[in-house]
């Protein structure tokens, strides 16, 4: 890349612009356009470029709520959920404020529940249209009015992060119904969908990110969507690159990420890396790291299925593994999980119990009978050695 002419696109040793260089951004939409066969070509003005998805998490929440005078007024979160999310929701302030929402074993979630959760608070505190005299916290005079949700909704719509669960297009489209009756913002983490074990397969289609159908479906007059994917290359290509990216379904909301004091100060973050994997992209090169990736995690999956089926007890349930890093294990009720995992800790085999999952300060329990397994990091051969330890300690302890 040397496209650089000091504004859209800046030297990647200098300060980068406050959305990332429009040359990498552009590579990204004409990317994602290829791999989710977009119905017309991605505006790279609806990409904001980040340092990941933990800090495009935490620079969401900061931009787009206000945790005071019940204006952003709770954090849904689907559990058991990813176990460090919960600090990016607390440092911004939402302590006390956070709601499990239950995923069911099929991938799909409670959506009556949290409907009955939004209509109840809004008896109690209905929401109206948010001025600069509501957020004077946060709203800087002279600046353009923020854009803030009264609720946010964060999720893992594909291959979620512990479950392995992935919503349908169906409940897709209800939730993004719902965020817009109630302004709530949804935030997803699409961080798995690329490890898709069925990619390379006769007709084969990723599963479509929301965001795509909320732009798709805009109603007429809405400049912002409600939708946010938060995506990030550490789960593709590195996590040391600390690159990630943020797409909305129009312009106004990716300025609105990229409009925070600590961007505006330093530029795009990890501006040096976007350029690095902007050559990843122009040359195709990530193809090839992905799909290493998809070819790997798809023998280690297998491995695990039959690991589980042959050593753990029966009646034990196992998530089913298509894609992405996890698969969740559920013991059978008479089992004691956590007094299992504590044995097999003793034995060198680390168990991630359900505990570890929760949404904090509403806990449902998980850590009883559940497991989080993951085929990132271990071998075929040592996930195998690592489930037959576990079955063996299940048949010593015993049951509950």
């Known amino acids: 890349m040397a496209h650089y002419d000091g504004r859209e696109n800046t030297h990647p040793m200098n300060y980068g612009p406050d959305l990332g260089n429009l040359e990498v951004r552009s590579l990204v939409a004409q990317w994602n356009d290829r791999l989710f066969k977009a119905k017309a070509p991605t505006d790279p003005n609806c990409i904001n470029l980040t340092n990941g998805a933990s800090f495009g998490l935490a620079n969401a929440i900061l931009q787009c709520t206000y945790p005071f005078n019940d204006i952003t007024k709770r954090i849904f979160v689907i559990s058991p959920t990813y176990f460090l999310v919960n600090s990016c929701f607390i440092d911004n302030g939402y302590s006390g404020k956070l709601k499990a929402i239950p995923e069911f074993d099929n991938g799909e979630i409670d959506i009556d529940s949290l409907v009955t959760e939004l209509e109840q608070i809004e008896k109690v505190t209905p929401s109206k249209p948010i001025t600069a005299e509501d957020i004077p916290k946060t709203q800087q005079p002279g600046k353009p009015m923020k854009k803030i949700y009264n609720y946010v909704l964060y999720v893992v719509p594909t291959?979620?992060?512990?479950?392995?669960?992935?919503?349908?297009?169906?409940?897709?489209l209800k939730l993004i119904n719902i965020a817009r009756k109630f302004n709530m913002l949804i935030i997803c983490d699409d961080v798995y969908e690329l490890l898709d074990f069925k990619a390379g397969t006769d007709g084969f289609e990723y599963h479509k990110r929301m965001v795509y159908l909320d732009r798709e479906t805009l109603p007429e007059g809405e400049i912002y969507g409600n939708v946010i994917s938060n995506a990030t290359f550490s789960k593709i290509v590195g996590p040391g690159l600390r690159v990630g990216w943020q797409e909305t379904a129009t312009p106004h909301l990716a300025l609105a990420l990229a409009s925070g004091g600590a961007v505006l100060s330093g530029g795009t973050p990890s501006h040096l890396n976007t350029v690095i994997v902007g050559e990843l992209l122009r040359n195709g090169e990530i193809d090839n790291i992905v799909s290493n990736f998809v070819?790997?995690?798809?023998?280690?999956?297998?491995?695990?299925?039959?690991?589980?089926?042959?050593?753990?007890?029966?009646?034990?349930?196992?998530?089913?593994?298509?894609?992405?890093?996890?698969?969740?294990?559920?013991?059978?009720?008479?089992?004691?999980?956590?007094?299992?995992?504590?044995?097999?800790?003793?034995?060198?085999?680390?168990?991630?119990?359900?505990?570890?999952?929760?949404?904090?300060?509403?806990?449902?329990?998980?850590?009883?009978?559940?497991?989080?397994?993951?085929?990132?990091?271990?071998?075929?051969?040592?996930?195998?050695?690592?489930?037959?330890?576990?079955?063996?300690?299940?048949?010593?302890?015993g049951r509950a």
Not at 159 to 172: A, C, D, H
Not at 336 to 348: H, V
Not at 353 to 362: C, I
Request: some cysteine; hydrophobic content about 35%; proline content about 4%.
């Open 295 to 397: 070819h790997v995690y798809r023998e280690r999956a297998s491995a695990l299925k039959r690991a589980v089926l042959r050593y753990l007890p029966r009646g034990t349930k196992i998530s089913p593994v298509d894609g992405g890093y996890f698969s969740w294990v559920t013991l059978p009720p008479e089992y004691d999980n956590l007094k299992i995992a504590q044995e097999c800790a003793k034995r060198g085999v680390i168990l991630a119990t359900g505990d570890n999952f929760e949404v904090s300060g509403d806990s449902l329990e998980w850590g009883k009978h559940g497991v989080r397994l993951s085929v990132s990091y271990m071998s075929s051969q040592d996930i195998d050695e690592g489930i037959n330890i576990w079955g063996d300690v299940c048949k010593e302890v």
């Open 159 to 172: 291959f979620s992060n512990p479950k392995g669960g992935s919503l349908s297009l169906e409940t897709k």
